[in-house]
């Protein structure tokens, strides 16, 4: 069998891992594996290379991806759509793997349905896909946001200042909610939560008055209640809007409350560096079993991980929308803020 393998939209660690599970059990088995160059873009222009054992050996230690990523859409029209079609059928193709979050793997649901026979591997550091309660680089990125609060904690405390972390996510808060909570964040303020500035400032306040003469807040970039920044500028393919701005907002207010506070955005730091244990193990197990369904003819599918258990859901599920932090959760969460 020859078996294509994408990775699309943002990078993040743990894709290298899932391409070395996918051409492990493919050389096991005698099939051929080509990487699909940068997403979608490579199947619409055919811009694709076979992956060796050799090259893959080593590649679950390195975070990116190795064939590659982009944002493009195929079904930005119905020409990209005809021409990711035929890509598949001139590369030789009998079965695609994409690995990618809710844009590649909704775009690679209609696509199924159009006769692509693809499987999806569930990915993004936002962990907003539904069906899915993994998806790869999570684990890693809110390790990066704790180890930022770690950092940020001793200088906000020799200040005695505020320092507002402006955590990634996009539309989504899980990151912000779990990596705050992880790094010991004192208030935390995601998209799913409307929460007034003056609560923030008044929960300073009180922490302050306590004795405690520092704080950090974690906030999701996706925040837009309080109308800071958000621009209306598209800025991909699927159609996202810009979020952030908000830490700078939030860090603003403060000041103007009068409490010294600084704002920090992290950025990019949190799709970067090496995979974390989970990011390595579970998307070998995943590339595996994608290939066990290649070999099966079971197409329309996204494999996942339940509990210890690799399971597979319909691939469809991924097109109902982002998997939003539950109100319950955010209300646990509570209990640590100040
Ligand atoms: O979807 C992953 C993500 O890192 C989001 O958290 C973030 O908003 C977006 O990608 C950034 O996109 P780009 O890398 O294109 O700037």
Redesign the pocket.
Known sequence: MRIGVLTG??D?PGLNSAIRGIVFRAHKKGHEVIGILRGWRGLIEQQARPLSLDEVEEIHREGGTVILTS?TNPLKSEETAAKALEGFKALGLDGLIAIG?EDTLGACAKLAHKGLRAIGIPK???HDVPGTEFTIGFDTAIEIVTEALDRLVTTAKSHERVIVVEI???HAGW?ALFGGLAGGAHFIVIPEQKVDVDEIIASIRRRFEAGKRYALVAVA??VTFFAPKASDEV??EFG?VK??GVAEYIANAIKKAGFEARHVVLG?L??GGSPSVRDRLIPMLLGVKAVELVEKGEFGKMVTIRGEQIITVPLDVVTEGIRAVPPELYEIAKAFFA
């Open positions: 939209g943002g993040a944002r979050g993004t550091i936002d990634m996510g996009r990151m970039e996706g800025i991909d996202h979020v952030g990019h949190q799709r």
